[in-house]
Protein backbone atom coordinates (compact mmCIF):
# COMPACT_ATOMS: atom_id res chain seq x y z
CA UNK A 1 0.00 0.00 0.00
CA UNK A 2 2.61 2.26 0.72
CA UNK A 3 3.82 2.35 -3.29
CA UNK A 4 0.92 3.37 -4.07
CA UNK A 5 1.75 7.41 -3.74
CA UNK A 6 5.16 6.46 -5.13
CA UNK A 7 3.73 5.11 -8.10
CA UNK A 8 1.45 7.88 -9.05
CA UNK A 9 4.21 10.05 -8.63
CA UNK A 10 5.99 7.85 -10.79
CA UNK A 11 2.88 8.59 -13.33
CA UNK A 12 4.01 12.38 -12.52
CA UNK A 13 7.04 12.13 -14.03
CA UNK A 14 6.42 9.76 -17.04
CA UNK A 15 3.86 12.32 -18.07
CA UNK A 16 6.69 15.10 -18.35
CA UNK A 17 9.29 13.29 -19.32
CA UNK A 18 6.69 12.24 -22.32
CA UNK A 19 5.72 15.25 -22.66
CA UNK A 20 9.35 16.77 -23.43
CA UNK A 21 9.92 13.96 -26.12
CA UNK A 22 6.49 16.01 -28.09
CA UNK A 23 7.83 19.13 -28.02
CA UNK A 24 11.52 18.59 -28.86
CA UNK A 25 9.59 16.73 -31.65
CA UNK A 26 7.89 20.27 -32.46
CA UNK A 27 4.69 19.56 -31.33
CA UNK A 28 4.78 22.21 -28.71
CA UNK A 29 0.88 21.92 -28.41
CA UNK A 30 0.74 18.63 -26.99
CA UNK A 31 2.86 19.64 -24.04
CA UNK A 32 0.42 21.67 -22.12
CA UNK A 33 -1.83 18.33 -22.22
CA UNK A 34 0.99 15.97 -20.33
CA UNK A 35 1.22 19.17 -18.20
CA UNK A 36 -2.60 19.25 -17.15
CA UNK A 37 -2.15 15.30 -16.56
CA UNK A 38 1.40 15.31 -14.24
CA UNK A 39 -0.60 18.15 -12.58
CA UNK A 40 -3.68 15.22 -11.56
CA UNK A 41 -0.84 12.75 -10.82
CA UNK A 42 0.30 15.34 -8.55
CA UNK A 43 -2.91 15.84 -6.79
CA UNK A 44 -3.88 12.10 -6.21
CA UNK A 45 -0.64 11.04 -4.85
CA UNK A 46 -0.94 13.46 -2.15
CA UNK A 47 -4.27 12.79 -1.54
CA UNK A 48 -3.77 9.07 -1.54
CA UNK A 49 -0.90 9.08 0.49
CA UNK A 50 -2.74 11.75 3.49
CA UNK A 51 -5.83 8.46 2.53
CA UNK A 52 -3.32 5.63 3.08
CA UNK A 53 -1.29 7.24 6.51
CA UNK A 54 2.06 5.88 4.41
CA UNK A 55 3.65 9.37 4.39
CA UNK A 56 7.39 9.69 4.00
CA UNK A 57 10.42 11.63 2.99
CA UNK A 58 11.17 9.20 -0.02
CA UNK A 59 7.96 10.26 -1.05
CA UNK A 60 8.48 14.00 -0.11
CA UNK A 61 11.69 14.18 -2.07
CA UNK A 62 10.26 11.50 -4.81
CA UNK A 63 7.40 14.23 -5.50
CA UNK A 64 10.29 17.19 -5.94
CA UNK A 65 12.04 15.14 -8.26
CA UNK A 66 9.43 14.48 -10.47
CA UNK A 67 7.38 17.99 -10.25
CA UNK A 68 11.54 19.48 -11.47
CA UNK A 69 11.09 17.76 -14.27
CA UNK A 70 6.99 18.32 -14.96
CA UNK A 71 6.48 21.26 -13.62
CA UNK A 72 10.13 22.87 -14.72
CA UNK A 73 12.04 21.28 -17.51
CA UNK A 74 8.76 20.70 -19.52
CA UNK A 75 7.31 24.41 -19.41
CA UNK A 76 11.34 25.65 -20.28
CA UNK A 77 11.50 23.14 -23.22
CA UNK A 78 8.35 24.76 -24.03
CA UNK A 79 9.56 28.42 -23.86
CA UNK A 80 12.25 27.53 -25.74
CA UNK A 81 10.62 25.73 -28.62
CA UNK A 82 8.45 28.42 -29.16
CA UNK A 83 11.53 31.43 -28.88
CA UNK A 84 13.46 29.03 -31.60
CA UNK A 85 10.49 29.28 -34.10
CA UNK A 86 9.91 33.07 -33.41
CA UNK A 87 13.65 34.04 -34.04
CA UNK A 88 16.42 32.82 -36.25
CA UNK A 89 19.55 34.06 -33.46
CA UNK A 90 20.69 30.49 -32.30
CA UNK A 91 21.35 31.66 -28.42
CA UNK A 92 18.53 34.01 -27.70
CA UNK A 93 15.96 30.67 -26.60
CA UNK A 94 18.50 29.46 -24.40
CA UNK A 95 17.82 32.79 -21.97
CA UNK A 96 13.85 30.59 -21.73
CA UNK A 97 15.58 28.05 -19.54
CA UNK A 98 16.12 30.28 -16.52
CA UNK A 99 12.34 28.13 -15.90
CA UNK A 100 13.99 24.96 -15.13
CA UNK A 101 16.86 26.40 -12.77
CA UNK A 102 14.21 29.11 -10.64
CA UNK A 103 11.49 26.10 -10.92
CA UNK A 104 14.60 23.65 -9.08
CA UNK A 105 15.27 26.62 -6.57
CA UNK A 106 11.75 26.82 -5.58
CA UNK A 107 11.58 23.05 -4.79
CA UNK A 108 14.23 22.84 -2.83
CA UNK A 109 12.83 26.15 -0.85
CA UNK A 110 9.34 24.50 -0.44
CA UNK A 111 10.95 21.28 1.13
CA UNK A 112 12.78 23.37 4.24
CA UNK A 113 9.97 26.36 4.31
CA UNK A 114 7.62 25.75 7.33
CA UNK A 115 6.09 28.50 6.51
CA UNK A 116 3.67 27.07 3.66
CA UNK A 117 1.39 24.98 5.66
CA UNK A 118 -1.69 27.39 4.47
CA UNK A 119 -0.65 29.67 1.93
CA UNK A 120 2.18 29.44 -0.63
CA UNK A 121 5.69 31.60 -0.66
CA UNK A 122 6.42 32.45 -4.31
CA UNK A 123 4.10 31.25 -7.23
CA UNK A 124 3.82 26.91 -7.22
CA UNK A 125 5.92 25.02 -9.85
CA UNK A 126 2.40 23.62 -11.25
CA UNK A 127 0.73 27.22 -11.55
CA UNK A 128 3.78 28.05 -13.38
CA UNK A 129 4.02 25.55 -16.00
CA UNK A 130 0.14 25.63 -16.62
CA UNK A 131 0.29 29.32 -17.54
CA UNK A 132 3.47 28.60 -19.73
CA UNK A 133 1.79 25.70 -21.63
CA UNK A 134 -1.39 27.14 -21.76
CA UNK A 135 -0.39 30.38 -23.72
CA UNK A 136 -0.69 29.29 -26.73
CA UNK A 137 -3.94 28.16 -26.94
CA UNK A 138 -4.71 31.54 -25.77
CA UNK A 139 -3.05 32.60 -28.62
CA UNK A 140 -5.16 31.18 -30.75
CA UNK A 141 -8.59 32.84 -29.15
CA UNK A 142 -6.99 36.32 -28.86
CA UNK A 143 -5.11 37.49 -32.21
CA UNK A 144 -3.12 40.32 -30.46
CA UNK A 145 -1.83 37.63 -27.88
CA UNK A 146 -0.78 35.30 -30.85
CA UNK A 147 1.18 38.48 -32.24
CA UNK A 148 2.82 38.63 -29.02
CA UNK A 149 3.60 35.39 -28.26
CA UNK A 150 6.17 35.91 -32.05
CA UNK A 151 7.84 38.15 -30.44
CA UNK A 152 11.07 36.01 -29.01
CA UNK A 153 11.90 38.71 -26.43
CA UNK A 154 7.95 38.62 -25.13
CA UNK A 155 8.38 34.94 -24.01
CA UNK A 156 12.21 35.70 -22.63
CA UNK A 157 10.43 38.13 -20.15
CA UNK A 158 7.72 35.69 -19.77
CA UNK A 159 10.18 33.02 -18.87
CA UNK A 160 12.14 35.81 -16.56
CA UNK A 161 9.46 37.48 -14.83
CA UNK A 162 7.60 34.09 -14.18
CA UNK A 163 11.15 32.46 -12.74
CA UNK A 164 11.09 35.58 -10.00
CA UNK A 165 7.75 34.81 -9.05
CA UNK A 166 8.73 31.20 -8.25
CA UNK A 167 11.40 32.66 -6.04
CA UNK A 168 9.70 35.32 -4.67
CA UNK A 169 8.59 36.18 -0.93
CA UNK A 170 5.16 36.48 -2.15
CA UNK A 171 2.33 35.10 -0.21
CA UNK A 172 -0.20 33.44 -2.46
CA UNK A 173 -3.64 31.60 -2.13
CA UNK A 174 -3.32 28.12 -1.32
CA UNK A 175 -6.69 26.45 -2.13
CA UNK A 176 -6.59 24.74 1.31
CA UNK A 177 -10.36 25.23 3.69
CA UNK A 178 -9.64 25.10 7.05
CA UNK A 179 -13.39 26.20 6.92
CA UNK A 180 -16.09 26.82 4.30
CA UNK A 181 -17.11 30.11 5.83
CA UNK A 182 -17.38 33.11 2.61
CA UNK A 183 -15.97 35.59 4.91
CA UNK A 184 -12.86 33.38 5.60
CA UNK A 185 -12.14 32.13 1.95
CA UNK A 186 -13.85 34.89 -0.25
CA UNK A 187 -10.74 35.28 -2.35
CA UNK A 188 -10.72 31.35 -2.83
CA UNK A 189 -14.14 30.78 -3.90
CA UNK A 190 -13.65 33.93 -6.32
CA UNK A 191 -10.84 32.01 -7.47
CA UNK A 192 -12.49 29.22 -7.74
CA UNK A 193 -16.10 30.89 -9.72
CA UNK A 194 -13.37 32.91 -12.15
CA UNK A 195 -11.61 29.69 -13.05
CA UNK A 196 -15.02 27.50 -13.77
CA UNK A 197 -16.08 30.59 -15.98
CA UNK A 198 -12.92 30.63 -17.72
CA UNK A 199 -12.11 27.17 -18.56
CA UNK A 200 -16.10 27.03 -19.87
CA UNK A 201 -15.33 30.08 -22.12
CA UNK A 202 -11.85 29.36 -23.31
CA UNK A 203 -10.69 25.58 -22.57
CA UNK A 204 -7.35 25.28 -22.09
CA UNK A 205 -6.54 28.99 -23.27
CA UNK A 206 -8.44 30.01 -20.07
CA UNK A 207 -5.99 28.89 -17.47
CA UNK A 208 -3.16 31.97 -18.26
CA UNK A 209 -6.35 34.14 -17.50
CA UNK A 210 -7.19 32.41 -14.20
CA UNK A 211 -3.43 32.15 -13.08
CA UNK A 212 -2.99 35.77 -13.66
CA UNK A 213 -6.08 36.12 -11.18
CA UNK A 214 -4.71 33.85 -8.94
CA UNK A 215 -1.79 36.45 -8.65
CA UNK A 216 -4.25 39.93 -8.61
CA UNK A 217 -6.09 37.99 -5.93
CA UNK A 218 -3.38 37.39 -3.86
CA UNK A 219 -2.15 40.65 -3.89
CA UNK A 220 -5.38 42.30 -3.10
CA UNK A 221 -5.96 39.96 0.18
CA UNK A 222 -2.50 40.55 0.94
CA UNK A 223 -3.75 44.62 1.21
CA UNK A 224 -6.34 43.76 2.93
CA UNK A 225 -4.95 41.97 5.64
CA UNK A 226 -1.83 44.58 5.97
Not at 38 to 46: E, L, N, Q, R, Y
Not at 72 to 86: D, N, W, Y
Not at 143 to 164: D, Q
Not at 172 to 192: E, G, H, P, T, Y
Request: aromatic share 12%; hydrophobic share 55%; with cysteine.
Amino acid sequence: MKHIPNGLTLMNLLSGVIGISFVLNGNVLSGAYFIVLSAVFDFFDGFAARLLKVSGELGKQLDSLADCVSFGVLPGFILFQLTSEATNNTYLPYLTLIVPLMSAMRLAKFNIDTRQSDRFIGLPTPANALFISTLPYLAKKWFLIENSLSNPWTLIIIAWVFSILLVSEIPLIALKFKNFSLSDNVFRFVLIGLGIICIAWLGLGGIPIIILAYLGLSLAENALKT
